[in-house]
């Protein structure tokens, strides 16, 4: 079993910052693409960030410039460094990992999600 665990979410006035972390632990042999995604009220949960093995990334438009995703691959760690914190980035945010467990299987596993308010 893989387990995602993430920490840092919280409420923060527009213009804020916080940083979001997740670990990756249980049976796992590899860590492929890790990344953040997000859920809005009455809204498609939707990428906002991805990072490849390499240090490869990708953003959405709306946070492009604005946040920042790194990893760690030893501690099998993902992070997210969300500043400029806008009202429409209030969100469950998740983390992602494509992990390929002990078994040489490969999944798609996901966090329990935490929480980002950023008040009008």
């Known amino acids: 079993q893989v387990q995602l665990v993430e920490s840092g979410g919280g409420l923060v006035q527009a213009g804020g910052s916080l940083r979001l972390s997740c670990a990756a632990s249980g049976s796992i042999f590899s860590i492929n693409a890790m990344g953040w995604h997000r859920q809005a009220p009455g809204k498609q949960r939707e990428l906002v960030a991805g990072?490849?093995?390499?240090?490869?990334?990708n953003y959405a438009d709306s946070v492009e410039g604005r946040f920042t995703v790194s990893r760690d691959n030893a501690k099998n760690t993902v992070s997210l460094q969300m500043n400029s914190l806008k009202p429409e980035d209030t969100a469950v945010y998740y983390c992602?990992?494509?992990?390929?467990?002990?078994?040489?299987?490969?999944?798609?596993?996901w966090g329990q999600g935490t929480q980002v308010t950023v008040p009008s």
């Open positions: 992602n990992a494509e992990v390929v467990n002990t078994a040489r299987a490969l999944a798609s596993y």
């Open positions: 990072i490849s093995r390499g240090g490869s990334t």
